[in-house]
């Protein structure tokens, strides 16, 4: 949690960090643009510029509203932050919420192998970490639906088994999340989207306690 190097890297004292050789780069938009111009064949990105900002549209919800949602629910169910009739809301609002938008995944994936389309790529990264974090929640795609045949096929990938695989070991080794927080040793981000989701969903007391408490940082505010 004090890792020096790791939180000069990223300022936002989080995965992901990509570093290749002297170059260390962080946020996941920023690092997929890093793999396809360093390593365009076989390309992440369709060809058509139409499809390739479909492909980018897509990673923008995710990385946002998405990622945003099973972030909260960390928040109450793993760091503890909510109980009683504030934590039933929060989480009847996430499972509100990720429906809707696996309904609308399912919709783009109409006529579509992939999330890129014909072969697997950028939008299929950008959806996957997602999609198995909703599933270990209990808010999983429908079964036979086209999004849970899209993850079976996704999971069954070699590349994307090893990182779910390596999540698995993380997870065994994880210590108590809510004793971490009391302890003074981490204090979890709170920004752009996560911040809107918490406020908009009626965790405004969780801030204002997380405030008052020093739990919560914003950007650039030390760890």
């Known amino acids: 949690m004090r890792d020096d190097a790791f939180k000069r890297d990223n300022p936002r004292h989080e995965?992901?960090?990509?570093?290749?050789?002297?170059?260390?780069?962080?946020?996941?938009?920023?690092?997929?643009?890093?793999?396809?111009?360093?390593w365009p064949s076989p390309p992440l990105l369709p060809k058509e510029p139409a499809e390739r900002a479909r492909v980018r549209k897509l990673e923008d919800v995710m990385g946002t509203q998405y990622e945003a949602i099973n972030w909260g629910l960390l928040e109450i169910e793993g760091f503890k932050r909510a109980s009683g009739a504030l934590r039933d809301q929060l989480l009847a609002r996430a499972t509100e919420?990720?429906?809707?938008?696996?309904?609308?995944?399912?919709?783009?994936?109409?006529?579509?192998?992939?999330?890129k389309g014909p072969s697997f790529g950028w939008g299929d990264l950008a959806v996957v970490p997602h999609l198995n974090t909703s599933t270990t929640r209990g808010n999983a795609p429908k079964p036979g639906s086209r999004l849970a045949n899209w993850l079976q096929r996704a999971n069954e990938r070699p590349s994307v088994a090893a990182c779910v695989a390596a999540a698995r070991e993380v997870v065994k080794v994880m210590p108590d999340l809510s004793k971490l927080l009391a302890s003074g040793l981490l204090k979890?981000?709170?920004?752009?989207h996560r911040l809107e989701w918490m406020m908009k969903s009626g965790g405004l007391p969780i801030v204002l306690d997380g405030i008052d408490k020093g739990t919560i940082r914003f950007s650039n505010e030390p760890a």
């Open 15 to 38: 995965v992901p960090v990509l570093v290749d050789g002297d170059l260390h780069i962080f946020d996941s938009t920023v690092i997929l643009e890093y793999l396809e111009d360093k």
């Open 97 to 115: 919420q990720t429906a809707r938008l696996q309904a609308s995944l399912e919709r783009a994936l109409e006529g579509r192998l992939w999330f």
């Open 188 to 192: 979890r981000q709170y920004r752009d």
